[in-house]
């Protein structure tokens, strides 16, 4: 399986989904509390539990909802190979197991001492006791309130007899005979007549109601224990108070007890206690079914606020993971900027810090290994310049001699492609008995004879004709890989050169030291048979005319071979200018008999004009035309053909004289551009030599090939006049 890059969140997502379980997580817990809260009184108890069951069940399901969810993202990224997202479903379901394992230990263990405690609440011993301390409480007010009954009844007659004047006087007495609180005397329409009271706090009386005065004066006595606003539980007792006379009037004495403030709060927390009771024994099985299901329900948030907070931290731990191995991508692609960052100090953080070490040891690495290779290319591409500016050819080999480097000038010296000469071994180029193959077993076997730097000029037949090379080889040194580097020159224009000095200098030196002393010759011989002429006899005579005109004309052949080498040697400068090449060779053709020759012009009619000298140029095809009509003589059907056609894109022109005479001598194909090099019985053979020279003095090039079907053919390749002026 390919696992990807475990790309977080985004921000937006993951603070949204944080603040969603922190909202979760904050009810679940308020409505824990406030269950926890409402089970602790019956009435808030019994009010607001229903609607705290619907409001856990409502956030149970949000939770379960919301956990699903994240399992569904979580087994999403599984599938898509996320790295971590195994790592952190691993981490989620042991968190959970460690929690609901106990969980469900103590929520076995809640319910069963939960049933036991409620079974233990409903004994009967306790339904007893709780009986028993409310009739004895009863018993005790009661007996308090029966005194407080007789005392009521004695007072009632002591003021029977009492007049106004002194109702008050007396009433004060009683009340503190007797130890009451309050005695307050009504008449018959419910007036106060007289009250007396030991607190200052009682000064007011308490009213009776109407109908309970109506009650008293029916010879009903009124005795109750009430709970009065700011005074709390109170005895009231209330009796009527009969004069002795059959006129007088029915009056009502009233008497306030405060109820002991010790039995009174004993009294209600009994009877309280016994309601609650009483309410909670009707509602036994409720109840339990009420407390298991709370307790249920706690169990079951619980559990999914700890799987949701389980969640969370294990994506909190898987996280530095994550990161490490995203960082980890980064560096396998070559990108060494992701530096996690670090924010624990634990094992992970250690982790986190020493990647990071590692990844910027790598990025200084790669540094410096780019900026070795940056100076290694610069060397390289240096080196590459100077050996493509250089004029020699540069070949470097391995030990087995194959080809590891070569300039382009090597290539072009060699006429051949640079890629023929890429990682070829020399033994193995061109064909057996080709050119190439004959350098490349000349270099080795040199480099087979000498162990040390050595120097030999060769002769190359490439395409471009015959060659001089002059060749330096030497080994590598020790210390790196074994091999040898051979440098060469084509040093053929440079020994033509010294060559064409040479024959300028014979040619001078003839014109000089021959030419000075043939005139006195001729002379002196013209002379003796002037002298001569009319005094000898017959025979004789005739024989100084033979002698004297054999000398004569060789003077004049010698003077004719000096003036020709003294032309060779002051071969004037071309004057270069647009020159039609067709048109020349059409004019020195007019001096020619066609049908003597075989003559056969094909002429190109788009050809561009050259830079040339007409005059010069006019001797160059006047001399081609000569050698061939000579090599034709005594031929049976002699042809010549001149043809021109542009060449190299137009830059320059080529002239062709082609015949089929017997073809120029090997002997000779590398001398024939050297004075006094001919075929000819008679003959200087400057003519060659004059045409090669007016050549170069035009920039051009001149070759000349033995044809396979018989004959020569003699090419002349010149540049195209530029618009400017200038040759390209």
Known sequence: ???????????????????????????????????????????????????????????????????GWRMWWLQKRIRRGVFGAKLTLKLLLMFGVVAMLPGLVVYGASVFFLNRSIETWFDVRVDNALASGVNLGQAALD??????????????????????????????????????????LFDERGGVVAHVSGERETLLPVLPDRNVLWQVRQQQPYSRIEEVPERGLIMHVIVPVYTRSLTGETRVLQLVQPVPTRLAHDAQAVQLAYQEYQQISISRVGLKRIYGVALTLTLMLALLMTFVIAYLLSERLGAPLRTLARGTRAVAKGDFSQMPSVSSRDELGVLIQSFNRMTRQLSDA??????????????????????????SGVVVLDEAFRVRTANSVAAQILGVDASVLDAQTLSALDSPGGALHAFGATVVALFGEHESEWQEQIDYAGNGGSQSLLLRGTRLPSGV?????????????????????????????????????????????????????????????????????????????????????????RMPRAKLEALDLNALVRDVLTLYDAKTLGLVLNLDAGLPRIAGDATLLRQVIHNLLQNAQDALTGHPSPKVEVSTHPQNNKHTVCLTVTDNGAGFPEHLMTRLF????????R??????????????????????????????????????????????
Request: charge should be neutral; proline fraction near 2%; glycine fraction near 6%.
């Open 143 to 184: 007996d308090l309130l029966r005194d407080l009954d007789k005392k009521a009844q004695r007072m009632a007659l002591a003021l029977s007899d009492e007049g106004m004047g002194s109702v008050i006087t007396s009433l004060s007495t009683l009340r503190e005979q007797s130890s009451v609180q309050e005695l307050t």
């Open 1 to 67: 399986m390919v696992v990807r890059d475990a790309r977080p969140f985004s921000a937006v997502h993951f603070a949204l989904m944080r603040s969603l379980i922190v909202v979760v997580l904050t009810l679940g817990i308020v409505l824990l509390s406030l269950l926890f809260y409402a089970s602790g009184g019956s009435g808030t108890f019994s009010d607001t539990l229903p609607t705290l069951f619907i409001g856990g069940a409502i956030l149970g399901m949000a939770l379960l909802v919301l956990l």
């Open 366 to 391: 790669r540094e410096q290994v780019a900026q070795n290779h940056q100076q290694t290319e610069q060397a390289k591409a240096f080196l590459e310049r100077v050996l493509a500016n250089l004029s």
């Open 683 to 728: 003959g200087t053979g400057l003519g060659l030599a004059i045409v090669k020279k007016i050549v170069e003095e035009h920039h051009g090039k001149i070759q000349i090939e033995n044809l396979k079907s018989g004959g020569a053919a003699i090419r002349i390749a010149l540049p195209v006049f530029a618009a400017d002026g200038e040759n390209t």
């Open 481 to 569: 890989e074994r091999g040898y580097v051979l440098v060469f020159d084509d040093v053929t224009k440079l020994i033509d050169a010294e060559r064409n000095a040479a024959w300028s200098e014979v040619a001078r030196r003839l014109a000089h030291e021959i030419k000075n002393p043939l005139t006195p010759i001729q002379l002196s011989a013209e002379r003796i048979a002037r002298k001569l002429d009319g005094r000898l006899e017959t025979a004789d005579a005739e024989f100084v005319s033979r002698a004297t005109h054999t000398i004569v004309n060789q003077v004049a052949a010698m003077k004719s071979m000096v003036d020709a080498f003294a032309g060779y040697a």
């Open 674 to 681: 050297e004075p006094y090099a001919t075929t000819k019985a």
